[in-house]
């Protein structure tokens, strides 16, 4: 098993505002505290060695991956944006960030909703940002990855490292007697360079090697929120990097949320200098995210099969073509649908109005937003999914 070098600590001064505390206390004027910070061992150049029995639980995580994207590459288009989405609400849902899959779909076309469904649609955005940039692991992938997921959030600085620490416990206004308190802000580039070409590397298990990328991401905590989205999206860049997945997103956070504590304590165990309960967490948490999202591609293929029997028309009809992207996106208007079939604005009411008819669009006037139409066969199986995924087993 891998001798793997735990956390050390730096005592740091914590300078109490005593107004912070009360009118009685703000008479006392300034209190230095110390507390401890993480200084996390540099790793780039660390060698992960593994008992034989994670070593085979990593390999057939591995071959289930590659599998699991092989088979569906012949229907890509169908199911890849189904399931990025989903990958990104269940890396929101460990965040407690919840929202239905019709709020999170009508967010993302621009219509009114829930604050958590808009920061669910971020979330999807930074992780397709990640897979965008898989071929560039480096710093300046993650500041780009935060930067798409909190160009909204007026109280943190999208795209930029923290300077200022962040820690896990205790109250929000002091690191003192917190459970974890963050490397000092200082060392944050350095560290996230370090993981970064750790992450670059190709003479590692693959698959461990994303999980202990993860894992040490997570303790270095470079941002002011959002560090939990940004170090899952980086996981997926990390899969399609080393090729474990080419042509979708396997939603490994869906897996990790099935047993959440675990993950926390996976975590903690790694800063200890246990390496082998996050990589063992991360593999099962595949298997899990197979097995779920095979249900899903399942619920989905079913309910698109369902379909056919309702619709007349010729075979070279567009209304076919809508069909598909019903069927991966189930809140649209015309503006989208028609953008989706590469298509005028026009061409596509006969189309909405036969799938309407038909029982398979239902229809709503948004204020301010127009005609939105749904189908909700396919929200009920995505929301299934989110159902599933927050099981605990």
Do not use: C
């Not at 890849?80 to 989405?85: C, G, T, V």
């Not at 649609?121 to 990855?145: F, H």
């Not at 923290?162 to 820690?167: A, S």
């Not at 899952?232 to 997945?245: C, G, I, V």
């Amino acid at each position: 098993m891998t001798t793997w070098p735990a956390l050390q600590y730096e005592e740091l001064d914590w300078e109490r505002r005593d107004a912070d505390y009360g009118p009685r206390a703000a008479r006392r004027g300034t209190v230095r505290e110390a507390y401890a910070a993480a200084v996390p061992p540099a790793i780039a150049g660390l060698q992960i060695e593994l008992s034989d029995d994670v070593a085979t639980l990593v390999d057939e995580a591995s071959t289930a991956l590659v599998r699991f994207d092989s088979e569906l590459g012949s229907e890509v288009s169908s199911f890849a944006s189904l399931l990025l989405r989903s990958e990104a609400a269940a890396s929101s849902q460990i965040e407690h960030l919840t929202a239905s899959a019709r709020q999170v779909f009508t967010a993302e076309i621009g219509a009114p909703g829930k604050r958590n469904a808009t920061a669910i649609v971020s979330n999807t955005r930074a992780m397709r940002t990640a897979i965008e940039l898989s071929d560039q692991l480096t710093s300046a992938t993650v500041l780009a990855m935060h930067e798409v997921l909190l160009e909204h959030d007026p109280h943190h600085d999208a795209g930029a490292f923290r300077r200022e620490p962040v820690w896990i416990g205790t109250d929000g206004r002091s690191p003192v007697g917190a459970d974890f308190v963050a490397p000092a802000w200082e060392r944050v580039p350095g560290l996230v360079d370090d993981v970064m070409t750790f992450a670059r590397r190709i003479d590692l298990p693959r698959l461990a090697q994303v999980a202990v990328t993860h894992a040490q991401f997570e303790t270095i905590h470079p941002f002011t929120d959002g560090n939990g989205r940004t170090g899952r999206a980086l996981l997926q860049a990390m899969l399609r990097s080393n090729e474990l997945t080419r042509n979708v997103t396997v939603p490994v956070s869906a897996g990790l949320l099935i047993d959440n504590a675990g993950y926390v304590e996976a975590l903690t165990a790694y800063r200890r200098g246990d390496v082998e309960p996050i990589i063992r967490r991360v593999a099962e948490a595949v298997f899990a995210a197979i097995g779920n999202a095979t249900e899903l591609v399942e619920d989905i293929r079913r309910i698109r099969r369902s379909w056919q029997d309702r619709i007349e028309a010729r075979r070279d009809s567009g209304v076919w073509d809508a069909l598909d992207v019903v069927a991966r996106q189930p809140v649209l208007n015309a503006t989208v649908l028609a953008a989706e079939m590469g298509v005028v604005t026009r061409n596509v009411y006969p189309h909405i109005q036969k799938l309407v008819d038909a029982g398979i669009l239902l229809s709503k006037n948004e204020y301010r937003h127009g005609v939105l139409y749904r189908n909700d066969e396919v929200l009920s199986a995505l929301d299934d999914f989110a159902a599933r995924s927050g099981r605990r087993g």
